[in-house]
């Protein structure tokens, strides 16, 4: 299995509060992605790295904010938690982009209350 | 707007009963699609690639085939350890580190 950790597995929070998740890596890969999951949507990219300190939007950006301040930590960070953030958060490497596969983590499932 | 359409959302079969899976895509100048299964609680995981039309790919009971607008999951002889959501994939044009997934079908094998 690729070398992905995310952290915390589960979390529930309150509405207003700041949340970071945690994506790492052990496999030096280039490129890393923050997707969240729901019902009837797939999977929808948040955010994406293309290395260090180099970030790009997806097409759910609007509340969250990303860092990579090394190669094999990606974090998310939702400033102000609502419960339409409550979802499954995956994260992804990928050594080449979006044209090579991705390798997923286990995921974070984020309760907004 | 680039989408990805997988057909059917679910997909319930008996050990034994062959079926296909389909994926459609409207994305222009494709640089390939990409399958993946999904355990419940775990993150999707990498099937197979396909670049081109007419090309096919095999892994076990799984066959991946590709025409210029869709993709099929051939399963031969499912067994119920086949029971899984099936992702399909597509790079962005124009953004390489773009992927766009299909909502998936939620496959179920019967003993």
């Known amino acids: 299995d690729a070398g992905i950790t995310q952290s915390p597995r589960h979390k529930v929070t309150e509405t207003g509060t700041p949340v970071t998740l945690r994506c790492h890596q052990t496999?030096?890969?280039?490129?890393m992605y923050w997707y969240r999951q729901d019902p009837g949507h797939g999977l929808r990219l948040i955010h994406y790295s293309y290395g260090v300190k180099d970030t790009d939007k997806g097409e759910v950006s609007d509340g969250y904010s990303v860092s990579r301040s090394k190669t094999e930590d990606f974090l998310l960070t939702l400033e102000s938690a609502t419960s339409s953030q409550t979802s499954v958060y995956f994260c992804?490497?990928?050594?080449?982009?979006?044209?090579?596969?991705?390798?997923f983590g286990s995921g974070t499932q984020l309760s907004v209350l | 707007e680039d989408q990805v359409t997988q057909s059917p959302e679910a997909l319930r079969l008996q050990e034994g009963e062959s079926s296909s899976l389909n994926c459609s895509y409207t994305?222009?100048?494709?640089?390939?699609l990409f399958w993946y299964r999904q355990d419940p609680g775990k993150g999707p995981e990498f099937l197979f690639t396909l670049y081109s039309a007419g090309e096919e790919k095999e892994k076990e009971r799984l066959k991946a085939t590709l025409t210029k607008k869709e993709s099929f999951l051939h399963i031969t002889a499912p067994k119920p350890e086949d029971s899984a959501t099936y992702l399909c994939?597509?790079?962005?044009?124009?953004?390489?580190?773009?992927?766009?997934f299909g909502i998936g079908t939620k496959l179920q094998v019967i003993p």
């Open positions: 496999e030096n890969h280039r490129y």
């Open positions: 992804a490497i990928s050594p080449a982009g979006g044209v090579e596969k991705l390798f």
């Open positions: 994305v222009s100048g494709l640089r390939g």
């Open positions: 994939a597509v790079p962005s044009p124009g953004g390489y580190q773009k992927v766009t």
